[in-house]
């Protein structure tokens, strides 16, 4: 069936559902899991080229942080679980975009996601990026609520 799941979080509880589905999943067809987190990249407005600099460190510093958090719960369960994992973070504007094309290049044939369930505006305004990857997904795609 699957050989590997890709996995994306975003650090929220419903994500790490996602995750312990997915893992599971993994272990009962024996898979590989994929881990992945994306985060997207800062926009600012300021006044002081100074400021930029100082709050794009900080940024960075904390993005990377709070990723390397985000992917421990994956390793963490996959491990638990005795399921191979390989986990990475990537940057970018669309997520959805990253997710679609870290499933190709790591050779992934399925990814296990959550989706908020986002309504009326919210959805409007904020989007979903897993009704983006349905949309987009060449490979079938687990929907966790």
Do not use: N
Not at 57 to 71: G, H, I, N, P, V
Not at 91 to 108: D, K, L, S
């Amino acid at each position: 069936m699957f050989k590997a799941i890709l996995i994306p979080t975003d650090g929220s509880e419903l994500s790490e559902q996602a995750v312990r589905h997915g893992v599971a999943l993994a272990k009962s067809i024996g898979a590989r899991v994929v881990g992945l987190h994306v985060t997207l990249p800062l926009s600012a407005v300021a006044f002081a080229p100074m400021m930029v600099a100082d709050t794009l460190e900080r940024y960075q510093s904390e993005t990377e942080r709070f990723s390397a958090q985000c992917l421990a719960v994956i390793e963490s369960e996959a491990k638990r679980a005795g399921v191979p994992s390989f986990c990475l973070s990537r940057g970018g504007e669309h997520p959805y975009q990253e997710i679609i094309e870290v499933a190709r290049e790591m050779h992934c044939d399925a990814i296990c996601m959550a989706s908020h369930g986002r309504r009326g505006v919210a959805a409007l305004m904020l989007g979903s990026e897993t009704s983006k990857v349905l949309v987009h997904s060449t490979i079938p795609v687990l929907v966790v609520r």
